[in-house]
Nanobody, 124 residues
């Protein structure tokens, strides 16, 4: 069993900053990649940013230059630093990871894991 636990959401004024964290726990052999998605009311879930274990990153165009994704491989944790926030960034943010788990009973197993989501609200 692998879990992703997010933290760091909240209410912030436009132009402000927030930092999201997502920690993975469980029977983890490897995680690659890790990423953040978001879903605003009435919209589909969209990929915001993704990072590989080697540090390669990719961002949706609307957040380039404002958001930075990073990860601590030793802690199985991914971060999303969000600066210059805009009201249109308001959404529930979800952590996502492709995980290879390992157990003596099942051996290696691929899992796509989602966090529970954390709400980010940006007021104008």
């Amino acid at each position: 069993q692998v879990q992703l636990v997010e933290s760091g959401g909240g209410l912030v004024q436009a132009g402000g900053s927030l930092r999201l964290s997502c920690a993975a726990s469980g029977s983890i052999f490897s995680i690659n990649p890790m990423g953040w998605y978001r879903q605003a009311p009435g919209n589909q879930r969209e990929l915001v940013a993704v990072i590989t274990s080697g540090g390669s990153t990719n961002y949706v165009d609307s957040v380039k230059g404002r958001f930075t994704i990073s990860r601590d491989n030793a802690k199985n944790t991914v971060y999303l630093q969000m600066n210059s926030l805009k009201p249109e960034d308001t959404a529930v943010y979800y952590c996502n990871a492709d995980v290879i788990s390992f157990s003596d009973y099942e051996g290696h197993k691929f899992l796509e894991v989602w966090g529970q989501g954390t709400l980010v609200t940006v007021s104008s």
